[in-house]
Nanobody, 123 residues
Framework: HVQLVESGGGSVQAGGSLRLSCVVS????????MGWFRQAPGKEREGVAA????????LYADSVKGRFTISQVNAEEMLYLEMTMLGPDDTAVYYC?????????????????WGRGTQVTVS
């Protein structure tokens, strides 16, 4: 019964920055971690970043490490993804997701709760 709603997507120029937000509600105590995934046309869904509740541990894809930052505030009510140094390869639909057991960016099927996504376009 976890509900996720993303926002903050849009169009930016290469080298620019963008901040995505995810409103988290419901039975968040059933989640072991929350994260961001993305999917571009012709590509499989890939994990971008994730963290355990409390923010003690963070995971990043190699392609975004050093450029993206995941954070969580307001007692898990909000999840953020701050993206910097954006390039055309970052163009995708970005999804907020929650997982009940474990935390692994390589197993998106284990994330059982998903938002509808928000489009990010970099040109």
């Amino acid at each position: 019964h976890v509900q996720l709603v993303e926002s903050g997507g849009g169009s930016v120029q290469a080298g620019g920055s963008l901040r995505l937000s995810c409103v988290v509600s419901g039975r968040t105590y059933f989640t072991s971690c929350m994260g961001w995934f993305r999917q571009a046309p012709g590509k499989e869904r890939e994990g971008v970043a994730a963290l355990y509740p409390g923010g003690g541990t963070r995971l990043y894809a190699d392609s975004v490490k050093g450029r993206f930052t995941i954070s969580q505030v307001n007692a898990e009510e909000m999840l953020y993804l701050e993206m910097t140094m954006l390039g055309p390869d970052d163009t995708a639909v970005y999804y907020c997701a929650a997982r009940g057991i474990g935390c692994d960016l390589n197993t998106p099927d284990d994330f059982h709760f998903w938002g509808r996504g928000t489009q990010v376009t970099v040109s």
